[in-house]
C-alpha cells in the first residue's frame, strides 16, 4: 500500500517542532521575497537572534524545573570523584566538530574521568574521525549505521547527500550514490559492553538524519532509554523525509517525557548558542547528581 504524503503545517514556518524560530523554510520564503543579499541576511539575523534568545531562556526554565531552586541558576557543579560521565555522539559527520567540543572543552570542564563514543556511518568521516581522535584514549569511534529492523545480511544502503554527510540517511531512496555500511541496533551495542551505569551520567547527542525514531523507539522498547541523563540534538531530519512518520515521532517522544536541546552543526555560527548548550549539559549533569545522591 502506498504512503499517503502529508504536507508541512502552515505553522511551521514561524515555529517548526525541532528546528524552532530559526527554520529553513522561513529562510527560503524570505529569499524570495527579499533579494537583496543584504537585507535578506539582515532579516535571518534578526532571526537567529530571536531564536537564540529563546533559547537562553529556555535554558534557564529548564534548569529551574530539572534542578528545583533558583539559587542554582547561575550554579556551576563539577562531578566528584568517583561518578564519570558516558558521552555518545551519534552522527560525528565531517569534523566530528560537536564530539570534539565536548571531550576537548566542555566535558574536561566538568568532570575528571569520561568516555566518549562517536558513531559514523560513511567511511571517509569515519576515517577523518578515528584520525582525530587517534591520541585521545578515551574517545572511541565506530563506523556503522543505526537501525530498528536489521536487514537478513546485516548491512544497509546508506544513501549518500551532499557535503559534510549531512543529508546522507538510510531513508534517503531518492538519492543515487550510497555506501553499504553495517547494520547494528544501538541496545544491542549497549548489551555487548556491558556498560555499568550506576554511579554514571550518561549523555546522548544525536544527528542520524532520520534514523532518531528508530534509535529511540529502540532504547525505550528495550529498557535503557532510563539510563539517558540528557538528550541533545536538533531531531528534525525525519520532518523532511515523512511527515506522517515524524508526527509519529513527535508523539512518541511526547509520551515518553523525551526532551532533546539542540546541538548540531549551525550552533557553532553563535558563540551564545554553544553556551546555552554548555549550561544545560550542566543542567542534565546537576539532575543526576541530585538523582544519585538521593539513592546513595
Known sequence: MKRIQYK????????????GFWNWDLFRIIKKIFTLKLIYKLVCGMI????????????????VSKVGLLKTLF???????????????????????????????ILPR??????AYGFEAIQEYFLQA????????????????????IPNNGKVKLYKGTGDGLGSSIYRTDYIEYEEVEAIRFSDWLREKN??????????????????????????????AKHIDGYYGMWDDLSKIDIQRYEEFRDFLAKNQIFPFTFNGRD?????????IEYDIR??????LRKIKKFE
Not at 584520525?131 to 549505521?145: D, E, G, L, R, S
Not at 549523555?203 to 522498547?221: K, P, T
Not at 543542567?283 to 543526576?288: I, M
Open 130 to 149: 578515528q584520525k582525530k581522535f587517534v591520541n585521545k584514549k578515551n574517545v572511541t569511534i565506530i563506523q556503522a549505521a543505526l537501525c530498528y529492523v
Open 8 to 19: 508541512k503545517p502552515l505553522v511551521w514556518l514561524l515555529w517548526h517542532p525541532h528546528q
Open 75 to 105: 550554579f556551576t557543579q563539577t562531578v566528584p570523584n568517583g561518578i564519570s560521565i558516558l558521552y555518545f555522539d551519534l552522527g560525528t559527520h565531517k569534523d566530528a566538530k560537536e564530539l570534539s567540543l565536548m571531550v576537548n572543552k
Open 110 to 115: 566538568i568532570c575528571e574521568s569520561y568516555e
Open 268 to 276: 557553532f555560527l553563535f558563540p551564545l548558542r554553544l553556551r546555552c
Open 48 to 63: 537567529i537572534l530571536i531564536d537564540t534568545i529563546i533559547l537562553f531562556v529556555r535554558v534557564l526554565y529548564r534548569r
Open 195 to 224: 556498560f555499568i551505569f550506576k554511579n554514571r551520567i550518561c549523555l546522548l547527542r544525536m544527528n542520524i538524519e532520520g534514523s532518531e525514531y528508530d534509535v529511540i523507539m529502540d532504547l525505550v522498547n528495550n529498557g535503557f
Open 283 to 288: 543542567t542534565s549533569v546537576q539532575a543526576t
